[in-house]
């Protein structure tokens, strides 16, 4: 807080100082003051904020108080890294920590340093809190948990999805499901390419699979790539999923792709039983965007859900996206 006040303040002076010729003359004096003080924050922020070996051993604490299913918060988040690399994924799992939002968890543990708080957990009963060391851990409940009852990433396999090209007038193209080769874009390059995925015509780029995207905020997102074909609309057809009174869920491309706005939208149009729900645009720069639908008139049945991707020019639509029932 304090650094960026400084900040501010010091934007200030450099505003003055274009019209006020005693400012200019002090401005080379002032930049050597920003200097030293970046130094200081760099030293206190470094010995304020516990090293790796305080982390780890934190894990006992973290292992009593964390009981099955609670999804562990860490604030600041430029700390997660390091609570993930010291509580391991058995407490921090990919599916935690790349979670779409905290919305279906009931309970939440929050690794506090440096006096934060984590904002997503705005809202929620605070149930205890400890100290240890130059940690906080308070623990939360959810007063209104989202209940999921089919979770589509889970379900990213052949006994449970067809994946095809449709264009009118000629014939699906399937995407065979099996293994390929295991790639990655490294710097500003594309998401990892998993394993096991339902490959389509039209290249390595063309399938569907489950990966991790970066959003806006370089915040993990596990979602289900569905890259838009330039051949055909890309369909994702469910069968037999249990309906509830809505299906709710995030769309983005790697922020690195959509942050120029330089892309085509891409259109995602939801159907139920055969009957479309209604569809959803993704314009570049909105990183992780939620969509919802309501089924509520069909909830109780069980019934083939159809996710179609569409994009008017495909090139690097890297659309990856999550949703589940509920």
Not at 219 to 233: N, V
Not at 234 to 255: E, K, N, Q, R, T
């Amino acid at each position: 807080m304090a650094r960026q006040a400084f900040l501010s303040s010091f934007r200030e002076f450099l505003a003055r100082a274009r019209g006020d010729r005693r400012a200019r003359l002090g401005l080379v004096g002032a930049v050597a003051l920003l200097g030293l003080l970046e130094v200081g924050f760099h030293v206190h922020f470094s010995r304020a904020a516990p090293s790796l070996d305080e982390w780890s051993s934190l894990k006992p604490l973290v292992t009593e108080l964390a009981r099955p299913g609670t999804l562990i918060v860490v604030a600041p988040e430029w700390s997660e890294p390091n609570a993930r690399f010291a509580l391991g994924s058995g407490l921090m799992p990919l599916g935690h920590v790349a979670r779409p939002d905290a919305e279906a968890f009931e309970q939440a543990l929050e690794i506090s340093i440096l006096g934060e708080g984590a904002p997503e957990l705005r809202g929620w009963n605070l149930t205890g809190e400890r100290a240890s060391g130059k940690f906080a851990l308070r623990s939360w409940a959810n007063p209104s948990p989202a209940r999921v009852g089919f979770d589509f990433l889970a379900h990213v396999l052949p006994r449970h999805l067809r994946v095809q090209l449709e264009r009118a007038g000629a014939s699906p193209e399937a995407c065979a499901y099996g293994t390929q080769k295991v790639t990655n874009g490294e710097l500003a390059g594309h998401p990892t390419f998993p394993r096991k995925r339902f490959q389509c015509p039209g290249g390595e780029w063309s399938f569907v699979g489950v990966t991790v995207i970066e959003d806006q905020n370089y915040r993990p997102r596990q979602c289900i790539w569905a890259h838009p074909s330039t051949r055909a609309t890309l369909s994702l057809h469910f069968d037999d999923v249990p309906i509830g009174s809505s299906i709710v869920g995030y769309g983005a491309l790697p922020y690195f792709f959509e942050r120029e706005w330089h892309g085509a939208p891409v259109e995602l149009e939801v159907l139920v039983g055969g009957q479309s729900m209604g569809s959803w645009t993704h314009s570049d720069g909105e990183g992780w965007k939620r969509f919802e639908f309501a089924t509520a008139a069909l909830s109780g049945q069980r019934l083939p859900v159809d996710f179609r991707v569409r994009a008017r020019a495909a090139r690097d639509r890297q659309f990856c996206f999550q949703a589940s029932v509920r």
